[in-house]
C-alpha cells in the first residue's frame, strides 16, 4: 500500500492536487471536509451534528471525524492506497491515523505540506467563494479557519517531521509546478519501497521457473537478462543484430549490452513497478557491482536475496531428464555443456552470493519437492520481504 497526505492551510489547493493524483496512483480518497459535506447533504446524524461548526469555521470533533473516516476505510477493502485531504488536523488526529493505518498493517508513507502566506489563502478562498457555494467561503469564516489551522492544525508537521515523512513546498507556484513537485516527491518515495528480489540457483534449481511465478503472482517486474537479449535479436532492433552477431561468432555478450537493456527496462517501468526480480543477473562479481549502481542510480535498492537449493545429484537428473523433454533449453542437450554451466555458476556466480552473504545475507530455500511446494517457500519469503516494506 502506499499512503500519502497532503497538507496545508485551507486554500493551499489540496483538493485540485489531488485529483491527478488518485488518477495517476490509483489511490482511494479520503477528503474529510467532503465526507462531512455529503453527510450534511444525507441530511444524517452526523452531519446533522457537524453543520453548526463547518458554517462558523470551527474544527468538527476528533470523534466525528473518526467514525466517517473508518467507514470510508472499511468500504474498500483491498485499495492500493489512501490519499487524506483535510486530515489529520489536529495532533489527536494524527494518533488517529496511525491507529487507522496499523489497522490495515500499513502506515503513512508521506506527508506534503503545500506552504501558503494567510493571505494568499484568503484571496483564493474568496475568488473559489464567488462559485464554489459554499457557506464557510466568506472572509469572516475564512479568518477563523485559518486560525483553527494556525492554532491547531500545524503542530501536526512537527509530529511527522520528527518521523522523517514531512516535505513542504512553496504552494504559491502555478498548478503545474506545484503537481510536479509533487510527483517528484511521490514517485521518490514509491521507488524507496520496491521490493527488489535476486534468485539464485544452479541451472536446474527450478530457478527460473520459480521467480517467473513470483514475478506474475505478485506483480513485481521479472528480469531476466537471457531473456531479453533473446527478445532483442528476435524483434530484429539494433541491438538485437549486435547481439547476434555476437553470438554467432561465440563471443560473450559485453556487459555494457546487458546494462543498457535493464537500464531500458527500469526506466520504462518507473512509474508502475511494485518491485523487480532479477533472474540471471547477476552473474559475475562485476555484475553484482553493476545491479547495485543500476538500482541506485534508480532511487532504489536490493532488498532480498534468494538462493534455491537442490543437491547436485538431482539436479543433474533433473537436468538430464529436461533435455530428453520439449522443454529442453539448446545448452541442456550435452553432458559437457550441462557440467559446463554447472561449474560456471560454481566459479563465477559463487563469489557472488558470498558478497551478499556477508554484504546483508542471503536466504537460502529448500529446492526439493514438488513446484508448489519450491512456490510455497519462495511466495512466504517474498510476502515477508512485502511485510517489512509496509
Ligand atoms: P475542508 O473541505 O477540508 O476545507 O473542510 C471544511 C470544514 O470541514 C473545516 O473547516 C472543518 O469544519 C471541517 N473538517 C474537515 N476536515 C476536518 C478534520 N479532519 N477535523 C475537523 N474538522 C474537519
Request: charged residues 30%; glycine residues 10%; hydrophobic residues 35%.
Amino acid at each position: 500500500m502506499f499512503n500519502l497526505a497532503l497538507f496545508g492551510p485551507p486554500g493551499a489547493g489540496k483538493g485540485t492536487q489531488s485529483e491527478a493524483l488518485v488518477r495517476r496512483y490509483n489511490l482511494i480518497y479520503i477528503s474529510t471536509g467532503e465526507l462531512l459535506r455529503k453527510e450534511i447533504r444525507d441530511g444524517t446524524r452526523l452531519g446533522l451534528e457537524a453543520q453548526a461548526i463547518i458554517a462558523s469555521g470551527g474544527l468538527v470533533s476528533d470523534e466525528i471525524i473518526v467514525q466517517i473516516i473508518e467507514k470510508t476505510i472499511t468500504g474498500n477493502p483491498g485499495a492500493g492506497g489512501f490519499l487524506f485531504d483535510g486530515f489529520p488536523r489536529t495532533y489527536v488526529q494524527a494518533y488517529i491515523l496511525d491507529g487507522l493505518m496499523h489497522n490495515l498493517n500499513t502506515s503513512l508513507h508521506a506527508l506534503i505540506s503545500l506552504e501558503v502566506p494567510e493571505e494568499e489563502s484568503v484571496r483564493r478562498l474568496l475568488d473559489r467563494g464567488r462559485s464554489s457555494g459554499r457557506s464557510d467561503d466568506n472572509e469572516a469564516v475564512i479568518r477563523t479557519r485559518l486560525r483553527e489551522y494556525r492554532d491547531k492544525t500545524l503542530p501536526v508537521l512537527g509530529f511527522y517531521g520528527e518521523r522523517g515523512l514531512c516535505h513542504q513546498i512553496d504552494g504559491t507556484r502555478s498548478v503545474e509546478e506545484v503537481g510536479a513537485s509533487i510527483q517528484a516527491i511521490v514517485a521518490h518515495e514509491l521507488r524507496k519501497r520496491l521490493l527488489n528480489v535476486v534468485v539464485f540457483g544452479y541451472p536446474g534449481s527450478g530457478r527460473g521457473s520459480q521467480s517467473a511465478a513470483l514475478a506474475q503472482k505478485y506483480g513485481l517486474e521479472f528480469v531476466a537478462t537471457g531473456r531479453m537479449l533473446e527478445d532483442e535479436i528476435r524483434r530484429d532492433t539494433a541491438l538485437g543484430r549486435r547481439i547476434k552477431q555476437l553470438y554467432e561468432n561465440g563471443e560473450l555478450v559485453p556487459d555494457e549490452i546487458v546494462i543498457r537493456l535493464i537500464e531500458q527496462r527500469l526506466e520504462q517501468t518507473r512509474d508502475t513497478a511494485k518491485g523487480y526480480i532479477f533472474k540471471g543477473y547477476p552473474r559475475t562479481l562485476v555484475q553484482s557491482y553493476i545491479l547495485d549502481g543500476l538500482l541506485r542510480k534508480h532511487g532504489s535498492t536490493l532488498n532480498m536475496i534468494l538462493e534455491i537449493e537442490v543437491p547436485m545429484l538431482e539436479l543433474i537428473m533433473r537436468l538430464d531428464a529436461r533435455s530428453k523433454t520439449d522443454r529442453a533449453m539448446p545448452y541442456d542437450s550435452a553432458l559437457p555443456r550441462i557440467v559446463k554451466r554447472l561449474s560456471e555458476h560454481e566459479t563465477k556466480t559463487l563469489p557472488v552470493i558470498e558478497r551478499y552473504r556477508k554484504l546483508r545475507g542471503v536466504q537460502v530455500i529448500d529446492g526439493r519437492g514438488s513446484f508448489e511446494e519450491v512456490s510455497a517457500r519462495v511466495s512466504a519469503a517474498v510476502e515477508e520481504g512485502f511485510r517489512l516494506l509496509r
